[in-house]
Nanobody
């Protein structure tokens, strides 16, 4: 079991950057593929990125590809989301969660769907001038 706590959100200007953190408490993230999700006002929660449990393979949805980078530091029990070139449409509450591991010919991967642990309080990101 792992409890996840998100932090690092805030107000950013368009084109700015923020780095979100997801820390595992009451457990470790080291044994899980991890994903980032977000929910904008009036919209359903959507998955935006994930990182595999091994080999640090990453997946991104098109709307954040090239702007966001997910990484993990298992020694610190933390997963990060570096967000650059922020846009107003990135405004949302951001959450992390465990996600499924996908194993194929290229090794360990991940799928951006929630599985098991997540939906803590999230962290608010607001992009506005």
């Amino acid at each position: 079991q792992v409890r996840l706590v998100e932090s690092g959100g805030g107000l950013a200007q368009p084109g700015g950057s923020l780095r979100l953190s997801c820390v595992g408490t009451e457990g470790t993230v080291a044994g899980y593929a991890m994903g980032w999700f977000r929910q904008a006002p009036g919209k359903e929660r959507e998955g935006i990125s994930c990182i595999s449990v091994r080999d640090d393979k990453t997946v991104y949805v098109d709307s954040v590809k090239g702007r966001f980078t997910v990484s993990r530091d298992d020694a610190k029990n933390t997963v990060y989301l570096q967000m650059n070139s922020l846009k107003p449409e990135d405004t949302a509450v951001y959450y992390c969660a465990t996600v499924p591991t996908v194993i194929d010919h290229s090794g360990f991967g991940c799928s951006i769907v929630p599985s098991g642990y997540g939906w803590g309080q999230g962290t608010q990101v607001t992009v506005s001038s």
